[in-house]
């Protein structure tokens, strides 16, 4: 079930900007999750947020969420040539739906 | 831990093939989620099991696809018959779900499928 999207599609940076990626959903949900793979590999879990809350940091990760708009942003901040990667959101509506999203961003950080 | 297991690492078969993939999740885990990924349409989710009882399967594209989850160690996604179509890398993927919140995926290597 994939009932939204991210974007950019793609982001080119170079080292040391800051990246925002965006995704958007049209249910409601339970909480939505963010994921990083790099290629050709598994995709590892970066930062889960609750639908109850607005903002959560992780080191240089920051995940915001706005339910009324149903959307999330991915930040981030001084970016590193190993943060080279796609980018993935997830989320469980509050009908234990699961959903993911397409092809993700791809996020090119230029060293 | 030694995390999700897939097996085959990859597989090379003929159209109109049997194909079963295999996933042991992490001990523990109770939810189960297969993946498939091209690049034409990205991150698919297939199916999703909690307590081996299948949650969603709307993303399963046809009858040609099913997935069983026997018990809490295992599960198959098989295709049959199998298609070029269905060439890509199927991903499975763990986590501990034991309220109405989802918690982190574990995601395997991947199978990658290529079908001649």
């Known amino acids: 079930s994939q009932q939204g999207e991210e974007d950019p599609q793609a982001l080119s940076i170079q080292e040391g900007e800051n990246a925002t990626m965006n995704c958007s959903y049209k249910?409601?949900?339970?909480?939505l999750q963010w994921y990083r793979q790099n290629s050709g590999r598994g995709l590892v879990h970066l930062i889960l947020?609750?639908?109850?809350?607005r903002e959560k940091h992780s080191g240089r990760l920051r995940v915001t969420l706005d339910t009324s708009k149903k959307s999330s942003s991915l930040l981030i901040t001084a970016s590193r040539a190993a943060d080279t990667a796609s980018y993935f959101c997830?989320?469980?509506?509050?009908?234990?739906?699961?959903?993911?999203f397409g092809s993700g961003t791809r996020l090119q950080v230029q060293p | 831990d030694a995390g999700v297991i897939q097996s085959p690492r990859h597989e090379v078969t003929e159209m109109g093939q049997e194909v079963t993939l295999r996933c042991k999740p992490i001990?523990?885990?109770?939810?189960l989620f297969w993946y498939r990924q091209t690049m034409m349409r990205g991150l698919e989710l297939l199916i999703y099991f909690n307590n081996n009882v299948p949650i969603d399967d709307s993303g399963m594209p046809e009858d040609r696809f099913s997935a069983k989850m026997p018990n809490a160690s295992f599960s198959t996604l098989k295709i049959q018959p199998s298609e070029p179509r269905d060439s890509a890398v199927y991903f499975c993927?763990?986590?501990?779900?034991?309220?109405?919140?989802?918690?982190?995926?574990?995601f395997g290597p991947g199978t990658r499928l290529t079908v001649t």
């Open positions: 947020i609750r639908s109850n809350e």
């Open positions: 249910t409601s949900i339970n909480n």
């Open positions: 993927a763990s986590s501990s779900n034991r309220d109405r919140g989802g918690y982190e995926q574990y």
């Open positions: 001990s523990g885990h109770n939810s």
């Open positions: 997830f989320l469980m509506d509050t009908g234990r739906r699961a959903l993911t």
